[in-house]
């Protein structure tokens, strides 16, 4: 809930629009690869 809020809080204070992505891994190959398969929803 403490990611989800400080979307909230964006968009509230700011007007910017978030979304809360959390990646489970310390593997830095892997976290890459995550970026790059969301890259296309984002731009």
Known sequence: PVMEGK???FKKFAN???IDIE???TDVD???D???A???SFG
């Open 34 to 36: 995550v970026v790059s």
């Open 23 to 25: 990646v489970d891994t």
């Open 38 to 40: 969301l890259e296309p």
């Open 16 to 18: 910017i629009n978030s």
């Open 7 to 9: 979307s909230v809080l």
């Open 30 to 32: 892997r976290f890459c």
